[in-house]
């Protein structure tokens, strides 16, 4: 039904003006409107008189109701309770003596701390700022050998004064100070440090009584609420917060990573600090952010609780961290490794090489073993059996599940300890070669191989490649000319032709793909080499 307008001058009540039309529907609507609005806010009663409308039955109605609509999540009472755990940790570093030789790292434009080409220094040239510092690590501003200032975050974990921070923020530092959050300071004194996990263990004398933070014995789920506080840019205490956006990263740091990876504004100078879950428990700790511009883009790694627990309880007791050692040097187990050895799922560490006189090597295991298992636990990947084994101590007695040559067997042996340091193993080198012949063709694979023994440098087992055709299969694998292969499908290999019988075979087993292990200046690894048809 269509409403008509009505002419309000024709109703008794109203006059002049006439230029305003309502309907007649909508002038009812508004009166009972304005009528009830009159009365709630004049508050008018015929027996009692003027009504307070703040306190009316029909405002307490409303009351209850908003009462009843869950507020907004806030972190305030967290904040407040964790809060001044968090303390500032400021270092430095004496005046550097400059060497005399040219080429020496202290004379490098970088000033950076760590040796050229170690993990922590490719580690910050790609996390970094853009000189390849750790964030917060100052130097001289024009390139000289004065002191060096940095700033980084850390928390208390006891009330004697034991904290925790980051090694790359106390690393080779002559003074460490921290501050509270009242803005109390303290003199501090390292106690101990890792660089594998980068992770450092401080003390601060003559109070029994700082407020400390607690390490979660849980594990964080993706998608959890996460707080992290620190001294971003040297500011003093700040809060971000954020979510758990994935765990187990690897960032190329080592073969321990099993980075948290937080969505939160994490900046320079947080690191060392805490991440707090919201029962107000720490569950990583702050150590790298993905920065290509040098300012937080949001993504953050902490270090797990529980790797942190391990870390510091030895370096409290001990002052360094002791890992235990197979001997092995291991790589994962891809999809097409996998089919070369017959498993059905690519999973499990690939031993390319064990070492000579380590533990492994002493119990029997062999290159092309896979390790499936470390006492009865199923082992993913390489990654995961080098944090297994490095988590266990030194002495320890461990059973190892291995598949050797197509067969399950178990091993059992006792764990070394890690070496502090990696013998370097010098690769070949070119002025060393003698330039073969050009060799022979392996057929389907795109390379020239000749015996190693024909080839200075090289050895004396195995095949050396001394071609590649770079639209290769070989050259999709990684393949590059001085490269050795001593097996092909678990044969040790002298010659081209036993190279090609060792690919007919498999070919002949109707195998998709062929694993050969090769060696690459010090190290080996094992690459399967896909078997063409015809």
């Given at each position: 039904?269509?409403?008509?307008?009505?002419?309000?001058s024709s109703l008794p009540s109203?006059?002049?003006?006439?230029?305003?039309?309502?309907?007649?529907?909508?002038?009812?609507?508004?009166?009972?409107?304005?009528?009830?609005?009159?009365?709630?806010?004049?508050?008018?009663?015929?027996?009692?008189?003027?009504?307070d409308v703040f306190t009316s039955a029909a405002h307490a109605q409303v009351n209850n109701e908003v009462r009843k609509v869950e507020r907004p999540i806030g972190f305030a009472d967290i904040v407040e309770r964790v809060k001044p755990s968090v303390i500032s940790v400021k270092i430095n570093i004496a005046e550097k003596v400059a060497s005399k030789d040219k080429d020496d790292s202290a004379n490098r434009d970088d000033d950076t701390p760590f040796q050229p080409g170690s993990p922590m220094e490719r580690f910050f040239r790609r996390f970094g700022g853009p000189d390849g510092l750790p964030p917060g690590l100052r130097g001289n501003p024009r390139g000289g050998r004065g002191p060096v200032t940095g700033q980084g975050s850390g928390f208390f974990i006891s009330p004697d004064g034991y904290a925790v921070t980051n090694n790359h923020v106390v690393d080779g530092a002559d003074k460490?100070?921290?501050?509270?959050?009242?803005?109390k300071s303290y003199s501090?004194?390292?106690?101990?440090?890792?660089?594998?996990?980068?992770?450092?263990?401080?003390?601060?004398?003559?109070?029994?009584?700082?407020?400390?933070?607690?390490?979660?014995?849980?594990k964080p789920r993706i998608g959890d609420w996460v707080l992290a506080v620190g001294n971003p840019f040297g500011l003093g205490g700040t809060?971000?917060?954020?979510?758990?956006?994935?765990?187990?990263?690897?960032?190329?740091n080592g073969p321990y990573d099993d980075f948290i990876q937080i969505d939160a504004p994490v900046n320079k100078g947080n690191s060392g600090g805490p991440a707090f879950d919201t029962a107000g428990e720490v569950m990583g700790v702050n150590t790298a952010i993905y920065s290509p511009s040098g300012g937080s883009v949001g993504i953050a790694f902490s270090i797990p609780a529980s790797t942190v627990k391990s870390v510091v309880a030895q370096l409290k007791d001990k002052g360094s961290v002791a890992r235990g050692w197979i001997?092995?040097?291991?790589?994962?187990v891809t999809a097409d490794i996998a089919d070369s050895l017959g498993l059905k799922k690519a999973e499990g560490a690939l031993v390319a090489e064990p070492q000579a006189n380590g533990p492994a090597a002493k119990a029997g295991i062999e290159s092309g073993d896979v390790i499936t298992a470390v006492n009865g636990e199923t082992v993913k990947d390489a990654r995961e059996l080098a944090r297994t084994i490095g988590g266990l101590a030194p002495g320890a007695a461990v059973k190892l599940n291995v598949l050797h040559k197509g067969t399950d067997k178990v091993v059992n042996l006792t764990l070394g300890q890690l070496p502090n340091t990696v013998e370097a193993k010098a690769s070949i080198d070119d002025g060393d070669k003698a330039k073969p012949n050009k060799g022979t063709d392996v057929p389907k694979l795109g390379m020239t191989v000749a015996p190693a023994n024909s080839v200075a440098g090289a050895g004396k087992e195995g095949v050396v490649v001394t071609e590649v055709d770079p639209k290769s299969a070989a050259a999709e694998r990684g393949f590059k000319e001085g490269d050795v292969i001593l097996e092909v499908a678990g044969k040790s290999v002298a010659t081209a032709g036993e190279v090609r019988d060792a690919i007919n075979?498999?070919?002949?087993?109707?195998?998709?793909?062929?694993?050969?292990?090769?060696?690459?200046?010090?190290?080996?690894?094992?690459?399967?080499?896909?078997?063409?048809?015809?």
């Open positions: 039904m269509t409403e008509r307008p009505v002419d309000l109203y006059g002049a003006p006439r230029r305003s039309l309502f309907s007649a529907r909508k002038f009812a609507l508004m009166a009972s409107v304005v009528a009830g609005l009159g009365a709630a806010v004049y508050g008018f009663s015929p027996s009692s008189g003027p009504i460490v100070e921290v501050t509270m959050d009242d803005g501090a004194k390292v106690i101990g440090t890792d660089p594998r996990t980068d992770l450092a263990l401080i003390k601060v004398a003559g109070r029994t009584d700082f407020p400390f933070a607690k390490l979660s014995d849980s809060v971000t917060a954020g979510i758990v956006s994935a765990s187990g990263r690897d960032i190329g001997g092995v040097q291991i790589q994962p075979a498999a070919r002949s087993d109707n195998k998709s793909s062929v694993l050969m292990r090769v060696k690459s200046g010090g190290s080996s690894r094992f690459v399967a080499v896909p078997v063409a048809k015809g």
